[in-house]
């Protein structure tokens, strides 16, 4: 596994995104979300935000189940 963290962040998620990296040194964000039919368009529409504001690559996954 990979070694992983997390704290309770603003709730605008582009926002919680920033504060967590102004704490923490990430290589790359990874935004994760339930099934494409229900928030899919949710997370994509934020990683797009995301690359656009962020100096670092942004990984938008869809989780099922």
């Known amino acids: ?3 992983s963290s997390g704290i309770v962040g603003d709730a605008d998620p582009l926002m919680a995104i920033e504060d967590a990296l102004s704490i923490y040194d990430a ?24 690359r656009a504001r962020l100096g670092i690559p942004v990984r938008h996954m869809v989780v099922d189940g």
Do not use: C, N, S, Y
């Open 27 to 50: 290589d790359e964000v990874v935004i994760a979300v339930g099934a494409r039919d229900r928030t899919g368009w949710l997370g994509e529409k934020l990683a797009q935000r995301a």
């Open 1 to 3: 596994g990979i070694p």
